[in-house]
T-cell receptor
Framework: AQKITQTQPGMFVQEKEAVTLDCTYD???????LFWYKQPSSGEMIFLIY??????QNATEGRYSLNFQKARKSANLVISASQLGDSAMYFC?????????????FGAGTRLFVKA | GAGVSQSPSNKVTEKGKDVELRCDPI?????LYWYRQSLGQGLEFLIY????????KSGLPSDRFSAERTGGSVSTLTIQRTQQEDSAVYLC?????????????FGQGTRLTVV
């Protein structure tokens, strides 16, 4: 079974609008971490934001925020005020706890296209 | 530098040849990962090293693939008898071996082309 599910292969958003990229996960660990990465066409992997399973507040980093709903096991990324440079592939990832051997696994990714 | 270093950055090889890809993780990182990424696709997990534990090899696609990590630091991914379907970017990442907020840091990848 997929442990990280990103159901949107591709998304379009108008410049300056907000967009939500979906991510759901599955783990039996109580302690785990959730991450989002951006991969532009250059191929580098850029870390965006982190949410710990025990963090009560949703993580925010500039225009990025993580909508963490623990009971639903979802960790959606919200990008506010989209810019043309946000066009890229976005990956959701989870680092499991002890049961999962602290391994980081990735979703299949969502390709975001920002329209001018 | 202080980042994850991979070499070579590009490798073109003939079908049937063996190749070795190298990864130098960030010093002190106990966790090291190898992923494979085909053009426009997601990250395919290959293998995971965590400290002195036995590696998680569950992602290796065939017995032509192997990896080792010497001294808890440098790792080498070896592909024997390469096939055209092995053509991809091979990414290495390292992280601290805990669930805390330290993300996995990636190298720039090795682009492998099998002709």
């Amino acid at each position: 079974a997929q442990k990280i599910t990103q159901t949107q292969p591709g998304m379009f958003v108008q410049e300056k609008e907000a967009v939500t990229l979906d991510c759901t996960y599955d783990t039996s660990d109580q302690s785990y971490g959730l991450f989002w990465y951006k991969q532009p066409s250059s191929g580098e992997m850029i870390f965006l934001i982190y949410q710990g399973s025990y963090d009560e507040q949703n993580a925010t980093e500039g225009r990025y925020s993580l909508n963490f709903q623990k009971a639903r096991k979802s960790a959606n990324l919200v990008i506010s005020a989209s810019q043309l440079g946000d066009s890229a592939m976005y990956f959701c990832a989870m680092r499991e706890g002890l049961t999962g051997g602290f391994k980081t696994i990735f979703g299949a990714g969502t390709r975001l296209f920002v329209k001018a | 530098g202080a980042g994850v270093s991979q070499s070579p950055s590009n490798k073109v090889t003939e079908k049937g040849k063996d190749v070795e890809l190298r990864c130098d993780p960030i010093s002190g990182h106990t966790a090291l990962y190898w992923y494979r990424q085909s053009l426009g696709q997601g990250l395919e997990f290959l293998i995971y090293f965590q400290g002195n534990s036995a590696p998680d090899k569950s992602g290796l696609p065939s017995d032509r693939f192997s990896a080792e990590r010497t001294g808890g630091s440098v790792s080498t991914l070896t592909i024997q008898r390469t096939q055209q379907e092995d053509s991809a970017v091979y990414l290495c990442a390292s992280s601290e071996g805990r669930t805390g907020g330290t993300e996995a840091f990636f190298g720039q990848g090795t682009r492998l082309t099998v002709v």
